[in-house]
């Protein structure tokens, strides 16, 4: 895809869940791909590389510690994390920073239902954190469909949408703009 007529998609379904002293962020998107495809999506450096907002120097498809490192145009910073739970292809989960993401992959009649859990300390970040997935998400999809964006991190987000998309999240969560 021409990245300069890339545009976010709609917004997915997205809430919170209590979990102890934090709060899931739980967003859930439908992809036209089997879970195989999105696992691999999800946990191969090389194309986690191509959508998420951190690089992995290592497969996160098996338990273990791993290097996340977060990428924000020529800044990145290292973060020590540890793949938890590594179920192919229907559950994944990790430490990122001091958060904890779960990866639920359901198959569907058409492809799967991705169902991400962010664990986070601070509630008025949701909506921040739901616009970065969602724009990083995005590009996930068409890089499945064989339509590369190419990675949208950091500050770069805000030429893509990210504001409009923290707005609507914001609401529908309903919390407060900072």
Do not use: N
Not at 36 to 47: F, G, K, N, S
Not at 87 to 95: A, G, I, K, S, V
Not at 102 to 122: S, V, Y
Request: aromatic share 8%; net charge negative.
């Amino acid at each position: 895809m021409d990245r300069d007529k890339f545009r976010p998609g709609p917004l997915a379904e997205v809430g919170w869940e209590p979990a102890g002293d934090r709060w899931d962020l739980v967003l859930v998107r439908y992809l036209r791909h089997p879970p195989h495809r999105v696992w691999a999506a999800l946990t191969e450096p090389d194309r986690l590389a191509q959508w998420a907002p951190f690089l992995a120097d290592r497969d996160l498809g098996t338990p273990g510690g791993v290097t996340l490192r977060t990428i924000d145009g020529d800044q990145s910073w290292p973060d020590a994390a540890t793949v938890r739970r590594a179920e192919r292809p229907t559950l994944l989960e990790y430490t990122w920073g001091d958060g904890l993401l779960r990866w639920e992959l359901a198959e569907t009649p058409t492809g799967t239902r991705l169902t991400l859990r962010h664990r986070i300390a601070d509630p008025t970040l949701g909506a921040s954190m739901a616009a970065g997935w969602h724009l990083c998400l995005d590009v996930a999809g068409h890089l499945l469909d064989g339509d590369p964006v190419g990675p949208i991190r950091g500050a770069e987000a805000k030429e893509f949408g990210w504001a409009e998309l923290r707005t609507a999240y914001a609401e529908r969560l309903d919390q407060p703009e900072s």
